[in-house]
């Protein structure tokens, strides 16, 4: 009976426990700010404090990794080389499977300019994420952004504008974001077909609007940087705690290190030990870590099935923020910087 009893101390200790992390990571205050489906709070979001970091805010940045032996997240595919034993099976059957799609002739088809052949779709496949699946699109939505107020309002606020131009949108709501992106990608497009190329490699630019879903018409917009409404600093870091949710059509196929096991598991538990680990890589340590201690709360958010995260970095201080230096600006993006894994 005395075991029973510590037993169910016990677990209730270790339930207090549990709400007593919640709280001071400020998931409650974090999940009203935003809404799922329907109205009803249902994003997974983590908030951690400055207080509740200041523990873990790594002034170097191998003591995060400390928790999974030292194992350091790739930020380059050449560089992450798993035992060729893994991927030795996966690769044979990959081209297998493509040897058989072309033996049998399984994607021919007559087109309008003549006969296809399976290898002709399968190098077209090749190509297309190549050239076309990339962070360009993002690139441009985040230098819009920067230069148009009503823009970036639109997309962090997508129920409720604050601007009359997108405040009567007939289609705002917890998902608008999507809208607000295509249709400026489109009127930018028609404006000036050459305008985007430089987003979008295949000749004559955007000659439709892109389509950003449909992973993409569940996206959530966050931004780096002061928020005028919480006067605080607020960083936002985006992470697949399950596997690796991510808006391709925004920012590309995913990266290597962010379907990593590190990645996803330090993200949520040392973010800032992260950055650090990004920043000794680029080679801009000091500015990063001087970043960090004027960042009063680190948001990492956990995209997932449902709904996928965006992040607008904070914009280069010495470049003039205007509609003229747009297109430069956009070429400053980076992916990283839309995942808030490190500094524009």
Known sequence: MTKQQDDLDAEATTVESRRNFLKSAGVAGLAASTTGVGGVVGVAALGVSAEAEAAQACGDADEARADLGGAPIFDDATAFSPPTTLLSPLAKRADALKQLVIDKQIMDFDGPNGHVTSQQVIEGFIQYYHEQVGPYIG???VAHAWVDAHFKDALLNPENPTYERYKSHPQRGPFAAAVFIGEFLKAASEANPSRLSFIWPPAGGLQNTP??????????????????KTGQTV????????????PQALLGVQPVWYKSRQYRARSVSAPRGVMLEFAESKGNLAEVQAYLNTVTELRVWDSNSEVRFFVIPEPPKNEPLTYDNEMHLATLVTRNGMIGTELI
Do not use: D, Q, W
């Not at 959530?220 to 005028?228: D, K, L």
């Not at 960083?235 to 991510?246: D, K, P, R």
């Open 139 to 141: 690139k441009a939505v």
């Open 211 to 228: 389509p950003i879903g449909p992973e993409g018409n569940y996206v959530r917009v966050v931004a780096n940087g002061f928020e005028t």
């Open 235 to 246: 960083h936002n870091m985006v992470s697949c705690t399950l596997c690796s949710c991510y």
